[in-house]
T-cell receptor, first 110, second 112 residues
Framework: NAGVTQTPKFQVLKTGQSMTLQCAQD?????MSWYRQDPGMGLRLIHY???????DQGEVPNGYNVSRSTTEDFPLRLLSAAPSQTSVYFC?????????FGPGTRLLVL | DAKTTQPTSMDCAEGRAANLPCNHS???????VYWYRQIHSQGPQYIIH???NNETNEMASLIITEDRKSSTLILPHATLRDTAVYYC?????????????FGKGTKLSVKP
């Protein structure tokens, strides 16, 4: 199993641009989530999904959209990037009590 | 979810046991204690979790006090690769759809 994969690893955007961060898992997990981590801080939940077709907001959802059309994929869309969205983004999936995190996407918004 | 309090940083000598404390005085009866760690900007890694009994796996041991207001994560023989930020998290079993609330954690430095 590849586990949780994220692309791209790095991205630089200009303010106002849009983009999609990709997340995929091959473990057939129903639950998936997106977190962001700012320097020196813990992770904060953006959006999560308990299964295909079902999504919900986390702690910091503003400026982000998600959809879950398949069990495997959970993309995160930035509609109009802002410098405040400069962060490292982690995707995770869960089985039972264990969450499995991807390697992260580093995003810089200029 | 209950909040946790952890020391900002700790040092440990290589080969010695690392004991990482966590206070969770407002934990409720159905909340679990989870430990994750994050090695230098990688994604967090699950270590162990427990409800009220002590737990042990291949990575670590978790000691939870009888009143459940605090716990200690024990890495029995720390190596340099255990240098990481360790997060103690209290969460309902599958509560809030299994969301984890991360604090700032404890930065553990294992020194040769």
């Amino acid at each position: 199993n590849a586990g949780v994969t994220q692309t791209p690893k790095f991205q630089v955007l200009k303010t106002g641009q849009s983009m999609t961060l990709q997340c995929a898992q091959d473990m057939n997990h129903e639950y998936m989530s997106w977190y962001r981590q700012d320097p020196g801080m813990g992770l904060r939940l953006i959006h999560y999904s308990v299964g295909a077709g079902i999504t919900d907001q986390g702690e910091v959802p503003n400026g982000y959209n998600v959809s879950r059309s398949t069990t495997e994929d959970f993309p995160l869309r930035l509609l109009s990037a802002a410098p405040s969205q400069t962060s490292v983004y982690f995707c995770a999936s869960r089985k039972g009590e264990t969450q499995y995190f991807g390697p992260g996407t580093r995003l810089l918004v200029l | 979810d209950a909040k946790t309090t952890q020391p900002t940083s700790m040092d440990c000598a290589e080969g010695r046991a690392a004991n990482l404390p966590c206070n969770h005085s407002t934990i409720s009866g159905n909340e679990y204690v989870y430990w994750y760690r994050q090695i230098h900007s990688q994604g967090p890694q699950y270590i162990i979790h427990g409800l009220k009994n002590n737990e042990t796996n291949e990575m670590a041991s978790l000691i939870i006090t009888e009143d459940r207001k605090s716990s200690t994560l024990i890495l029995p023989h720390a190596t340099l690769r255990d240098t990481a930020v360790y997060y103690c998290i209290v969460s309902l079993y599958r509560g809030s759809q299994g969301n984890l609330i991360f604090g700032k954690g404890t930065k553990l430095s294992v020194k040769p």
